[in-house]
């Protein structure tokens, strides 16, 4: 059974910083490309950061470039993600994802595996 497990959420103030971490169990990580996306309040599940197979490609939502650092470790079958001047508008639900074989992108459709959600907080 595929089992992805975030941890590491909880509140935070504004401009401060927290790393979410994702645990999979039950699958060959290495051949997940895994993604994080985020689910506000009344709003869509958004996009918000992925990464390739071996952590060679990137890629970032616009709202958390230049904030945030998406990198993951095969051996312990973990995905992170770093925030960092974390804003109000980062508060969310965050949900780890993972595509089995193939590339995948921006779009929610295209992960297969979801994490139960984690709750992150920013205070203003």
């Known amino acids: 059974q595929v089992q992805l497990v975030e941890s590491g959420g909880g509140l935070v103030q504004a401009g401060g910083s927290l790393r979410l971490s994702c645990t999979a169990s039950g699958l060959t990580f290495s051949r997940y490309f895994m993604g994080w996306f985020r689910q506000a309040p009344g709003k869509e599940r958004e996009f918000v950061a992925a990464?390739?197979?071996?952590?060679?490609?990137?890629y970032y939502a616009d709202s958390v470039k230049g904030r945030s650092t998406i990198s993951r470790d095969n051996a312990k079958n973990t995905v992170h993600l770093q925030m960092n001047s974390l804003k109000p508008e980062d508060t969310a639900v965050y949900y780890c994802a993972g595509a089995n074989t193939y590339y995948a992108g921006r779009n929610r459709y295209e992960y297969d595996s979801w994490g139960q959600g984690i709750r992150v907080t920013v205070s203003s």
């Open positions: 990464i390739s197979w071996s952590g060679g490609r990137t």
